[in-house]
Antibody
Framework: QVQLVESGGGVVQPGGSLRLSCTASGFTFSTSAMHWVRQAPGKGLEWVAI????????FYADSVKGRFAISRDNSQNTLYLQMNSLRAEDTAVYYC?????????????WGQGTLVTVSS | AIQMTQSPSSLSASVGDRVTITCRASQGIRNDLDWYQQKPGKAPKLLIYAAANLQSGVPSRFSGSGSGTDFTLTISSLQPEDFATYYCLQDHNYPFTFGPGTKVDIK
């Protein structure tokens, strides 16, 4: 069965950096586009970034562009999110999600999420 | 970026009720619209993709319709496990954008 397991969350000071990981299993990771979505405490969902199946294309939300970088290692079935220059408003649960094979953009499986807290 | 609105922001309903949630895009997005259900403390779950396609394993009481700018999620007969928050997502253009959500609770 499809499994996505995020890790790397924690508490970081404003201006700091953190790298999230998402380990995938149960599907062909190397042929799936992958996304990050976040949810601030008590708030709605916010799409963050996508990487194409081969890592050659990526897009970002305006709120994280230039600060966050999505990447992947298909040999390790792992997705990453490098987060730099973190701000208080980046505090959220971060989910990784795989793209539906039959519908570009639809997110058919999600991880359980990892909490990032930006605070001094 | 394409802006998504949802109405209502919340609703109270009873088991067995027919429930309709609306999502509107700030510009035409063809049928590039998905619906998600989220329960407290859990990851979102895909219900409907490409506006009207039922995701595998999702009960048939859920249905979606619409194209262009106006979309609807309908629950034909609300069940106890359906009390949750529902989000639409446009995947027509980057950056993708979610609607603000509709919370469905028990009347």
């Amino acid at each position: 069965q499809v499994q996505l397991v995020e890790s790397g969350g924690g508490v970081v000071q404003p201006g700091g950096s953190l790298r999230l990981s998402c380990t995938a299993s149960g599907f062909t990771f190397s042929t799936s586009a992958m996304h990050w979505v976040r949810q601030a405490p008590g708030k709605g969902l916010e799409w963050v970034a996508i990487t194409s199946y081969d890592g050659n294309n990526e897009f970002y939300a305006d709120s994280v562009k230039g600060r966050f970088a999505i990447s992947r290692d298909n040999s390790q079935n792992t997705l990453y999110l490098q987060m730099n220059s973190l701000r208080a408003e980046d505090t959220a649960v971060y989910y990784c999600a795989k793209e539906h094979p039959g519908s570009t953009g639809a997110l058919d499986y999600w991880g359980q999420g990892t909490l990032v807290t930006v605070s001094s | 970026a394409i802006q998504m609105t949802q109405s209502p922001s919340s609703l109270s309903a009873s088991v067995g009720d027919r429930v309709t949630i609306t999502c509107r895009a700030s510009q035409g997005i063809r049928n590039d619209l998905d619906w998600y259900q989220q329960k407290p403390g859990k990851a979102p779950k895909l219900l409907i993709y490409a506006a009207a396609n039922l995701q595998s394993g999702v009960p048939s009481r859920f249905s979606g319709s619409g194209s262009g700018t106006d979309f609807t999620l309908t629950i034909s007969s609300l069940q106890p496990e359906d009390f949750a928050t529902y989000y639409c997502l446009q995947d027509h253009n980057y950056p993708f954008t979610f609607g603000p959500g509709t919370k469905v609770d028990i009347k």
